[in-house]
């Protein structure tokens, strides 16, 4: 099984940027594909990004379609979510996840194993 762990939030002005990181301590995510999601409180999960762990296309919320960037480092067994423009919005605990399948999903029951999340707040 994967061991997921999140890093890189913390408490910005808006229009700044952050970058979040996820790494697998087993170095292979299983092969499957890696999504970002949020969580504000008293809401549900927030879908935000996803990419094939092996290859394929991206996946984007509409709220952060050109704003936020999702990539990885295979070798290093790690993901990156690239925050630019950050909103109030925004604010909200971001966590990483493993997919169930390879294939980029939206869908937040297709993810099985997930990290701690790390905070992500930002203030007008």
């Known amino acids: 099984q994967v061991q997921l762990r999140e890093s890189g939030g913390g408490s910005v002005q808006t229009g700044d940027s952050l970058r979040l990181s996820c790494a697998d301590s087993?170095?292979?995510?299983?092969?499957?594909?890696v999504g970002w999601f949020r969580q504000a409180p008293g809401k549900e999960h927030e879908f935000v990004a996803a990419i094939p762990w092996r290859g394929g296309s991206t996946r984007y919320a509409d709220s952060v379609t050109g704003r936020f960037t999702i990539s990885r480092d295979n070798t290093k067994s790690v993901v990156y979510l690239q925050m630019n423009s950050l909103k109030p919005e925004d604010t909200a605990t971001y966590s990483c996840?493993?997919?169930?399948?390879?294939?980029?999903?939206?869908?937040?029951?297709?993810?099985?194993?997930w990290g701690q999340g790390t905070q992500v707040t930002v203030s007008s």
């Open positions: 087993r170095r292979t995510f299983s092969n499957n594909a």
């Open positions: 996840a493993s997919s169930r399948y390879p294939v980029a999903s939206t869908n937040v029951q297709d993810y099985l194993y």
